[in-house]
């Protein structure tokens, strides 16, 4: 019984592995990059909306100035969303997640009908997220 016992995985790649693995890996990007493109041109679509429909009901007297106002902060914190989630398929760092997640926290803690309790994860949440984008996390901060 002096048989070697071989392990699987244990050996280089074949040619035909790394080839296969090559050409899956160029489809993934590519797919993750048409996804980003329409995330931005949803983005793109949804700034002109706000623009060109929400911005002047700003300026006509209405009852519910409050409400158009924090539509227009939605909107825009939901176009910062996509347009971060875009960067973060087409470029896979860590720090585009915290930054998304900052933007999705941002945009939860101005819904009216939060408890101050929600408010106060959230601000703490958001703390902690910034503190580990600019002292835990590697690259340039800007």
Partial sequence: MAEE????GTGEESA?????S???AIIIHLFLSALAILLLVAAILGSYDTVVRD???????QEDEYGVLLRIIESLLLIAIAAEFALLLLFRRLS????????VL?????HPDITAFDLAI???SIACLIILRFHYLPGKTT
């Fill in 5 to 8: 016992i071989k392990e699987t």
């Fill in 55 to 61: 911005f002047p009901r700003l300026w006509y007297r």
């Fill in 106 to 110: 941002a945009r939860k803690t101005i």
């Fill in 122 to 124: 959230c601000g703490v």
């Fill in 96 to 103: 585009a997640v915290v930054e998304v997640l900052v933007f």
């Fill in 16 to 20: 035909a592995e790394k080839l296969i």
């Fill in 22 to 24: 090559n050409y899956l």
